[in-house]
């Protein structure tokens, strides 16, 4: 069963990315009428939010955009940083959207920052007991309903974290397609083509999110479900 789970998730996955990087590089072939890099765009996008302590740079890679709010930086693509055009413009605004909701204390980025430790635990949790499960049996010597409650228990907190990604991506894509919209950064045109990008962009989070409920279940089913 968990095989057919993977190999339906991981089919979504690839299909989504796929059509993601299609419309990427759909959209990066048209240029900006406003002929604003990704780069000018983040910067006027924190200047407008009264950001001064969030530097924008670029980092190698494709796709490789992010927020990091430890060292307070919008970290762009070259595509995205260079780029004049309307996939760099979602781009770069979505990841200032981050920003704007670091600076304003948006509840579930900090929700999700709290998780991030423990996520990262409860994974190594999993990867323990997952791996010592395929070597005679449960080779830590723990009972079978133990090791269940561990299981399901680290896989929850990996699941919920997914969950709480959900409502911080679709709120930067929101800040970002309101900012360029009524900043007349794009065109209609290319604001349709930016908000199709981030939706894009946006549907990887939730088949990953699908994916962990879908395995969560699998694991409820396989050590609590039709136990007498």
Not at 59 to 84: A, C, F, I, W
Not at 176 to 189: E, F, G, S
């Amino acid at each position: 069963m968990i095989i057919v789970i993977f190999i339906v998730f991981a089919a979504a996955g690839f299909l989504v990315s796929r059509t993601l990087k299609s419309k990427f590089k759909k959209y990066s072939q048209i240029p900006l009428q406003a002929n604003l890099s990704g780069a000018e765009i983040a910067k006027l996008m924190l200047a407008d939010n009264h950001i001064t302590d969030v530097q924008v740079v670029s980092v190698e890679g494709q796709l490789t955009d992010h927020y990091n709010p430890q060292n307070k930086t919008v970290n762009l693509s070259p595509d995205v940083y260079y780029g004049r055009n309307a996939s760099a413009a979602a781009v770069a605004a979505h990841e200032c959207g981050h920003a704007v909701q670091h600076a304003t204390a948006y509840t579930w980025l900090n929700l999700r920052s709290t998780l991030v430790p423990i996520q990262n635990s409860a994974s190594k949790i999993l990867n323990i007991v997952l791996i010592a499960s395929l070597f005679g049996g449960f080779a830590l010597g723990l009972p079978y309903e133990i090791v269940g409650f561990i299981v399901v228990g680290a896989y929850g907190v990996m699941t919920l974290f997914t969950l709480v990604t959900l409502p911080v991506e679709f709120d930067a894509s929101n800040r970002a397609l309101a900012w360029v919209k009524t900043r007349n950064i794009v065109t209609p045109d290319e604001y349709a083509m930016s908000k199709d990008a981030l939706k894009w962009a946006a549907m990887t989070y939730v088949v990953a999110a699908l994916a962990a409920l879908a395995t969560l279940a699998y694991y409820i089913f396989v050590f609590f479900g039709n136990r007498d």
